[in-house]
Nanobody
Framework: VQLQASGGGLVQAGGSLRLSCAAS????????RGWFRQAAGKEREFVAT???????????DYAPSVQGRFTISRDSAKSAVYLQMNSLKPEDTAVYYC?????????????????WGQGTQVTVSS
């Protein structure tokens, strides 16, 4: 069972990136999916989460720092989840991790997620 994050890179402030997280080994169709990030010297922090399609907890939730700029979405047929990041700021610079949680409710804490991808670096220059 593996989650593979991709799509990171170097972008100027105000630019956009789209992160992808592909799953292998299982579908994660009924799982909550999330994105977290960890900047150098800081703890891992919640970015966004989305519930399983058709569930009462489907509607996504975001950290206040990314609300209105980032959009999380999922393609259940592909067991993939995406993070569209617009209006990027230098403070968004971090390693971004995708995760999955066996839960019917949205989860905002890292320790609630049992599956993690390897991370993809996002660097926003000023």
């Amino acid at each position: 069972v593996q989650l593979q994050a991709s799509g990171g890179g170097l972008v100027q402030a105000g630019g956009s990136l789209r992160l992808s997280c592909a799953a292998s080994g299982r579908t994660f169709s009924g799982y909550v999916r999330g994105w977290f990030r960890q900047a150098a010297g800081k703890e891992r922090e919640f970015v966004a989460t989305i519930g399983a399609s058709g569930s009462t907890a489907y509607y996504p939730d975001y950290a206040p720092s990314v609300q209105g700029r980032f959009t999380i979405s999922r393609d259940s047929a592909k067991s993939a989840v995406y993070l569209q990041m617009n209006s990027l700021k230098p403070e968004d610079t971090a390693v971004y991790y995708c995760a999955a949680a066996n839960s019917r409710l949205l989860r905002l804490r890292a320790h609630d997620y049992g599956y993690w991808g390897q991370g993809t670096q996002v660097t926003v220059s000023s």
